[in-house]
């Protein structure tokens, strides 16, 4: 039963009463598992593209950007870097003084590597009146610990990955938000413009714009380009209830419903408002200094002319459906969704022509994305997978093992045995063959959603996680995969990763 104070909370979040009914039979319900055909590998859904392919695909992204088209790079930031630090916490509430686990020891080591040394003496001279290494020779680790992660130090324990000091140059220090502006100039500006999405929280949009306004100009300089920068903030109309473990909503101490955000997910409609012809994707934490840059350009270059190359046939085809097709026609469209499309669907070609016409405009006219893969080498997170549809039909999907039915031991050797590995390296086309913009939550698949188990105020509760942004969000698009570098691979998930060559 909905109080008055419910259904006030629900119009300003923008939420209907039939969206909360729903999100609280998806928590008596569940999902369901997703039903696999096999993991996709190099010739069964995977492509591999050898120094020609290459120079052909970089050829047609700079003709295409030559033309003018809008193009954005867009970079999810809004996440917390707690977790990079959560060895640190650990260590500050431990009863030890000095680095005992690897990971502490490890920190202390390196801690005149990391980028944000500099910065960090400078923080303990003003909290401690002594710099890092004078606390750490007094045995005094947790006050260096403190210094960084405190608010009255350097505050890096409650803010964004985007805007930490990850990389140190000769004559200065760069963010993850910084290292993506120079990519974007590199391979995403067209028309000698560079457009760069970020999404942020509410409590750090401030300072990422003072960031971007402090950096901008030096960076338009350097590349002789103009910046086009915005910020978007996840929905309200795109949190979920917390339910109780009966299923019942979760209501606070107030009596009030709780909601939470619904994971990145919620970012599909934070895309689909961009006004863009092309969109690249990747997360604000795999960069790389300068120095290993050109591997990535070259391959964002590729996975790029790829998706142009395969909208402007998929375009080209969908106008001939428009003017009427022969037989002969339709079937060499058919070839060409299942071919380069790899989308199977049951009888294709035993429909009559009116049916195969529509099924094909069905598959065709949708969003495109082309994900580079890289080689599996124990990393934790999703996988190119060849997956059934409600349709009947099969398809490429990144699936996450929360998806995955691990009491089906075909499946399980699927994902253990798979031979790629999913880096959130996506380039997307967002508009139709008409130019107009898909309605991108349209290709969302409902049932892909997950649930985990959470507590508040020391009460468990259920959360509901909206399919993700690579997952069920863009389950409904056309989707390929290239496999690309491992080089081009180069996430920091612990403040111990900035200690890699990679970073360094």
């Known amino acids: 039963m909905l109080t008055a104070t419910d259904q006030a909370l629900l119009e300003a979040k923008g939420i209907s009463e039939a969206q909360l009914t729903q999100q609280l039979k998806n928590f008596e319900t569940g999902f369901p598992f997703l039903r696999l055909a096999g993991a996709a590998a190099i010739g069964r859904g995977i492509k591999a593209v050898d120094a020609t392919e290459q120079e052909r695909l970089t050829t047609t992204w700079e003709h295409y950007k030559q033309e003018g088209h809008h193009v954005t790079k867009f970079v999810p930031a809004s996440g917390a870097a707690s977790r990079m630090f959560k060895d640190l916490f650990e260590f500050l509430d431990a009863d030890y003084d000095e680095p005992t686990k690897d990971a502490e020891v490890r920190f202390f080591e390196g801690i005149h590597d990391f980028a944000f040394y500099q910065a960090l003496d400078d923080a303990c001279q003003v909290v401690e009146g002594k710099g890092v290494d004078a606390l750490v020779e007094e045995g005094d680790y947790k006050a260096v610990v403190a210094c960084l992660l405190g608010a009255d130090g350097l505050g890096y324990g409650q803010l964004p990955k985007g805007l930490l000091q990850f990389h140190v140059y000769d004559d200065e220090v760069r963010t993850p938000l910084e290292e993506h502006l120079v990519e974007a100039a590199l391979y995403a500006s067209s028309a000698g413009v560079a457009d760069v999405h970020f999404t942020v929280s509410t409590e750090h949009h401030q300072l990422f714009e003072q960031l971007v306004n402090r950096v901008l100009p030096e960076y338009e300089a350097r590349f002789g380009i103009k910046y086009h920068i915005s910020f978007s903030e996840q929905k309200p109309s795109t949190d979920t209830v917390a339910a109780n473990m009966d299923n019942t909503p979760f209501r606070q101490d107030d009596g009030s419903l709780l909601f939470r955000p619904g994971g990145h997910g919620a970012l599909i409609r934070n895309l689909g408002d961009l006004e863009s012809d092309v969109v690249f994707i990747k997360n604000i934490d795999n960069v790389v200094p300068d120095r290993l840059k050109p591997v990535t350009v070259t391959w964002k270059q590729v996975i790029a002319g790829e998706l142009v190359s395969l909208q402007q046939q998929t375009f080209a085809h969908l106008r001939k459906l428009d003017a009427g097709c022969t037989r002969d026609e339709l079937l060499n469209m058919a070839d060409f969704l299942e071919r380069q499309l790899c989308t199977e669907v049951p009888g294709l070609r035993d429909m009559d022509d009116a049916s195969l016409a529509a099924c094909l405009r069905q598959k065709l006219d949708r969003p495109m994305r082309v994900c580079g893969v890289v080689k599996n080498v124990g990393e934790p997170g999703g996988g190119p997978f060849l997956a059934y549809n409600p349709d009947g039909s099969i398809s490429l999907q990144i699936l996450e093992s929360s998806q995955i039915d691990t009491s089906n031991p075909e499946y399980m050797k699927m994902f253990?045995?798979?031979?790629?590995?999913?880096?959130?390296?996506?380039?997307?086309?967002?508009?139709?063959?008409?130019?107009?913009?898909?309605?991108?939550?349209?290709?969302?698949?409902?049932?892909?959603?997950?649930?985990?188990?959470?507590?508040?105020?020391?009460?468990?509760l259920k959360a509901l996680e909206l399919p993700g942004l690579w997952n069920g969000a863009m389950s409904n698009w056309s989707t390929v995969f290239v496999e690309v570098p491992l080089e081009t691979f180069n996430p920091v998930k612990t403040v111990n990763d900035l200690l890699r060559p990679e970073h360094q």
């Open 416 to 460: 253990t045995e798979g031979t790629h590995f999913n880096p959130v390296d996506l380039v997307c086309g967002i508009r139709n063959y008409k130019g107009e913009r898909f309605d991108l939550p349209k290709y969302v698949d409902p049932q892909t959603g997950f649930i985990s188990h959470k507590s508040k105020n020391g009460r468990e």
